[in-house]
């Protein structure tokens, strides 16, 4: 059933159609989409015109004479108008559960809230939850070293932000970058961050002139204070209905149908069920626990390697458990991510977030278990060292999908190595996306380096697999900006100088690949998402102009009309869409700062 197609394909359709009664009843057909300018990302037959659904799935696909003739008493008939319709887009690095927590608490939904205003919905939390037992959201635009000023606010990094607000029980808020806090002196007191103790390991905190934490806590010592948090946890049902379901609205409302859980905590997949057994599920949903090594509580590493123990399972058709995901280093901005050489005008070539060499012997470890890896590295010597942990398994035959997360600085001597060794890329174009932000990269990295970054166009040319997020809470979850990004190497619109776009640049029809059909392999499904194919999921969405037809300067406008999941629709265009996740940036460096991950 792979290629109906117009006439011959109805034919098929049809001589199956006259086997018998039994056959007839098991063949009646749901929906029928006609009149659509529908692209289907499947290189057999790329457009067509109508399609036909039984069963939540794409059951035949061309003409909309040929699928008119699949019609049946109960069938429904829907013109699309020549509207543009594409299959279900794929987000494949997404952190939902850090934006679903900043929903249920304190979340901070642009960069230009003001001081007093981040205060009164501290006031009005108060004031709604007396007995809460924590002030806890996020994310904070940017949270500075030795005490710099917070960007908007003008005030400085530490506790006092928070205790002019909260006093008489813990506050913790999470920067942008999501891998360091800041908490109130009640916090700070609590849980022993004084002068003369020790950060655990893998993490820091900072100190002021006189040798005393200042509140910023980085890393597993942020980790440390969250967990804490996180024992209050609501149950999953909870979780689901206040968290997790305006989160996949908004989702929805840009096109995604499906979505990595890239890093996720070991009771995500109770909240996925929870919603599943509600029917509020609306994007299909692959899971990548993280590494027991991130967390610091005893209580919680147990959690992890328990469920991680059980192997991969798939839990149901939306709901995959697939892989563990590491951190190997940092950013360009904090001059942590790993680089082979130093940064500019300074020895230092990045910081090890974890261990490479427990990594690489974890990597063979999950593989034989049937786990994916999949590795943040954004400087070129993580990115090697992703690649040679990834070979280790090729070489005793292993073909799974391992890959690496981010993939920025590319040493253009390993782009071979890359498709040798079958190494995933998942890219994440709107924090890479050319940006007044790129400057303070350049000097850096310097020239040279800067125009490895987010090397599209020398990897599709070797076949390698692609993938793309928005790194949410990171980054904002609308694609369009990022996939006009893709093409033009610059920023919406056409604006500013492009960054290396002669190499880089891709095709429009390769970018939407990326975003459908790599997402679709990068989540080992293939067989059943990402693109237009009959006895796939009829997950697909309609558009309100046609991504081929318009300027490319044009793509960052396009606005999602509808959004169906497995036939069923889950947005639709004027619907309210709570606006709930971190909000489109004016100017505010995705690189720069050095909290950023
Ligand atoms: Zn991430």
Known sequence: MRSLKSKFGALMVASSMFVGGSIMASTEIDMIYTHGNVYTVDAAHPKAEAFAIKNGKFYAVGSTEDMLKLKTKHTKVVDMQGKFVMPGMVEDHIHPDMAAENIMNINIPTPEMTYEEFGAEITKFLKEHPDTKWIFGGPMNWLKDHEGNIDVWNIPSNHKVLDKWVNDRPAFFWDLGGHTGVINEFAMKKYGIKKGNKPPKGGSWD??????????????????????????????????????????????????TSITDIWARPWNIENYQALEDMDRLTTRVTIYVTDPVDWHGKWIKKLTQDLIDKGPHKYSDKVNLIGIKFVLDGSAGGQTAVMKEPFIGTKNRGFWRNDPEYFKKKVVEYDKMGYVVRAHAVGDRAISTVIDAIEQTRKYGSTRRHGIAHTVFVDPADYDRIKANDVLCDMSPYFWMPDPAIETIKADV?????????????????????????????????????????????????????????????????????????????????????????????????????????????????????????????YRSGEDVPHITYKERKNVPFMGSPTHQ
């Open 207 to 256: 100190y002021d002139k006189d040798g005393n934490p200042t509140g910023i806590i980085r890393e597993v010592a942020a980790n440390m204070i969250w967990e804490e948090f996180l024992k209050e946890r609501p149950s999953p049902e909870e979780q689901a209905k206040r968290g997790f379901i305006p989160v996949f609205h908004e989702l929805n409302s840009y096109g995604f």
């Open 446 to 570: 310097g020239e040279e380096r800067l125009q490895w970054i987010f090397p599209f166009r020398p990897l599709l040319d070797r076949g390698v697999h692609m993938s793309a997020g928005s790194d949410l809470t990171v980054s904002p979850i609308n694609p369009w900006k990022p996939m006009e990004g893709m093409v033009t190497r610059q920023l919406p619109g056409g604006v500013g100088k492009p960054v290396n776009a002669k190499d880089m640049a891709i095709t429009i029809e390769e970018a939407i690949y990326i975003y459908t059909m790599g997402g679709a392999y990068s989540e080992q499904k293939e067989n059943e998402i990402g693109s237009i194919t009959p006895g796939k999921f009829a997950d697909f969405i309609v558009l309100d102009q046609n991504l081929l037809e318009i300027k490319p300067t044009q793509i960052h406008k396009t606005k999602v009309l509808s959004t169906f999941l497995g036939g069923r629709q889950v």
